[in-house]
């Protein structure tokens, strides 16, 4: 009795935790739910989801019986060209992978989420673009003393970063906190769905790619904070930046970092995207330019967003969206471009998009509506 009581509530939890049942968590009709629900969110009109969800139960039935009996593969992936404004390659899965990829980062993501660093900010709940920038400006002020100090930003990104990397070392990676076979075994059927050589590269388009790539960085992540005892570095997917008041600091731990990454991970920093900058000239991260005291939207942002513009206003048009999904479009695009100097050019495009849709309303602006009506009653 006196061992048992020694051991305290935090211990106890953890070593339970070792017992979990990580296979059969994942594959419980709950979990199966869940992970549809979030597969069908901000999807419900796409013909894919629509057809899943006539046959919910048995699709759902289906999906547990091949895990179950691992018989589980992966259907072929759907690729297309993306321009945004950059070229890029995008490979979606069919939805009913997509559910087992929730189904998956359910389970798995938990136990690596409290091993990331604070300034890791892609892909996981509470960051995003606007708390890294957020955060860049925060560390900014502080190493520059409030720009009275000449500061430099080491602004770096990974060459092919989804493309290179390697299975094997992220399978290693992964087992550090996942011992299930199952789970390993589901993994790999996933990863190997998809190479762009042999065992090498992530589609873009699957949630799974999104948080293996998080696992995968963690160890550049450690690398920068423990081992060069970098202060002041936020990383969002593959672009990360530096600060310091030393461009030879800098430089120094560009080299090393290189080293680190072609050594240990098998990648390469960008030759062109990864420089030292002074802060003064403004430092391009995550779609804004950010100076000293102001942000800009990037140039090509900017282009791409208007491109972008005549194509919604051509499906509208053509009836093959309705006014509720232009809206959103515009809200979503404001929402962004407020956290730059941009009120005029805002107020601009607005009263454009007005000019265009005079007899429209969607759905959100008369439930705004009636709320205020309510709250005036």
Not at 313 to 324: A, K, T
Request: overall charge positive.
């Amino acid at each position: 009795m006196r061992g048992i009581a020694q051991i305290s509530a935090e211990t106890f939890s953890s070593r339970m935790a070792l017992y979990r049942n990580l296979w059969k968590e994942l594959c419980s009709h709950e979990n199966l739910q869940v992970a549809f629900r979030k597969a069908r969110k901000h999807k419900t009109l796409k013909p894919c989801v629509v057809e899943f969800e006539e046959n919910l139960a048995e699709n759902l039935s289906l999906l547990r019986t091949e895990l179950l009996f691992h018989i589980y593969q992966p259907r072929p992936l759907e690729t297309f060209i993306l321009r945004d404004p950059k070229t890029r390659k995008i490979s979606k899965s069919d939805f009913r992978d997509r559910v087992i990829h929730h189904a998956l980062c359910n389970i798995i993501e938990p136990m690596f989420e409290k091993c990331f660093i604070y300034d890791s900010y892609a892909n996981r709940k509470g960051k995003g673009t606007l708390n890294a920038i957020q955060r860049y400006d925060f560390f900014a002020r502080k190493v520059s003393e409030n720009y009275t100090v000449n500061t430099y930003a080491l602004k770096a990104d990974i060459r092919h970063y989804f493309d290179e990397v390697e299975h094997s070392i992220l399978c290693t990676l992964i087992q550090r906190k996942v011992k299930d076979p199952k789970i390993m075994w589901l993994i790999k059927r996933i990863l190997g769905n998809y190479s762009t050589a042999a065992n090498k590269g992530m589609p873009l388009g699957n949630l799974t790619s999104q948080f293996f790539a998080n696992v995968y960085l963690n160890e550049l992540d450690y690398f920068v904070k423990q081992n060069l005892n970098v202060k002041y570095y936020i990383r969002y997917v593959d672009d990360f930046v530096l600060l310091h008041t030393s461009p030879t600091v800098l430089q120094e731990w560009k080299k090393q970092i290189a080293l680190f990454l072609h050594e240990k991970l098998r990648l390469q920093l960008h030759p062109d995207k990864s420089k030292i900058i002074p802060l003064s000239r403004g430092v391009e991260f995550l779609g804004f330019n950010v100076f000293p005291h102001h942000r800009l939207l990037k140039r090509k942002n900017m282009r791409h967003f208007q491109r972008k513009v005549q194509q919604v206003h051509s499906l509208y048009h053509h009836e093959m969206i309705i006014y509720d999904d232009v809206y959103n479009f515009m809200e979503g695009w404001c929402a962004h471009a407020k956290n730059a100097n941009t009120f005029k050019r805002r107020q601009h495009i607005l009263s454009l998009f007005e000019e265009q849709y005079p007899h429209e309303i969607s759905i959100k602006e008369i439930n705004r509506g009636l709320s205020k009506k309510k709250k005036s009653n």
